[in-house]
T-cell receptor, first 112, second 115 residues
């Protein structure tokens, strides 16, 4: 069975600081990995995904994530936080032909 | 259509009543999923349809919940004898399973409030 653990339900950073949102997964076969963002009162938006190939994945809005098989991790980073990055972020995992399984989410707050 | 469409966007119902939530997936997407989003609980998988295969119902929380997908397109999630703990946002997603387009597109959800 697959599962996702997001460490920290709430992360606070200052504007301009590094953003690091942690995600660890459990999967018996090579996984597909995703990060989604949800802004207040809006739907889910795909930030980035890893399926195969290069393990460093770049997404929208300056975010990137690195698939580390040895650590079963897929942490999300952004070098410099912006106020507009304040949102809830979800890590998710699946294998081909199965449903996407989400973590419980991390709320990112950005202060000026 | 251009995106995944869900209706209604908001539904208030009395405890004990049945409700139906509708999802129109992206045309050509063979896979369709239902999720439930509750405060502090993240997104909980409910059910998954893939083409003509039997659906994966492993996430349905009780036998009050059921879903069908007609003609491989529109899906309806039905909750019978609603309870207050059913209050949540119900999200639908559809996906392609091939090539660079692999990914999921989510609808805006139906916010269900049981009073």
């Amino acid at each position: 069975a697959q599962s996702v653990t997001q460490l920290g339900s709430h992360v606070s950073v200052s504007e301009g600081a590094l953003v690091l949102l942690r995600c660890n997964y459990s999967s018996s076969v090579p996984p597909y990995l995703f990060w989604y963002v949800q802004y207040p009162n809006q739907g889910l938006q795909l930030l980035l995904k890893y399926t195969t190939g290069a393990t460093l994945v770049k997404g929208i809005n300056g975010f990137e994530a690195e698939f580390k098989k040895s650590e079963t991790s897929f942490h999300l980073t952004k070098p410099s936080a912006h106020m507009s990055d304040a949102a809830e972020y979800f890590c998710a995992v699946n294998q081909a032909g199965t449903a996407l399984i989400f973590g419980k989410g991390t709320t990112l707050s950005v202060s000026s | 259509g251009a995106g995944v469409s869900q209706s209604p966007s908001n539904k208030v119902t009395e405890k004990g009543k049945d409700v139906e939530l509708r999802c129109d997936p992206i045309s050509g997407h063979t896979a369709l999923y239902w999720y439930r989003q509750s405060l502090g609980q993240g997104l909980e998988f409910l059910i998954y349809f893939q083409g003509n295969s039997a659906p994966d119902k492993s996430g349905l929380p009780s036998d009050r919940f059921s879903a069908e997908r007609t003609g491989g397109s529109v899906s309806t999630l039905t909750i019978q004898r609603t309870q207050q703990e059913d209050s949540a946002v119900y999200l639908c997603a559809s996906s392609l399973w091939s090539g660079e387009d692999y990914g999921y597109t989510f609808g805006s959800g139906t916010r269900l409030t049981v009073v």
